[in-house]
């Protein structure tokens, strides 16, 4: 297994180390959006650090965020 770098992602990107057997980004996109709504302390800190729901792509705070809360993508440590 690899290291996750925490760095700048592209939301889609992102999700697809999440969810890698999903058929599409857009479904990768969708799981891990439901995984963070379904984490109301994840969500809460994405939302407090200033994440725009908008934006194509997650800051490297929050990733780190998203690490934190839901674990390495799987493959890395």
């Known amino acids: 297994m690899k290291p996750f770098v925490i760095q700048q992602y592209g939301k889609s ?4 180390f999440y969810f890698p057997k999903a058929e599409t980004k857009k479904g990768a996109l969708s799981n891990l959006k439901s995984w963070i709504k ?12 200033g994440m725009a ?7 490297p705070k929050e990733v780190a965020l998203i690490a934190d809360f839901l674990g390495s993508p799987k493959g890395y440590l």
């Open 13 to 16: 990107e992102l999700a697809m």
């Open 38 to 49: 379904g984490n109301k302390e994840l969500d809460a800190a994405l939302r407090s650090c």
């Open 53 to 59: 729901p908008k934006a194509h792509s997650f800051t």
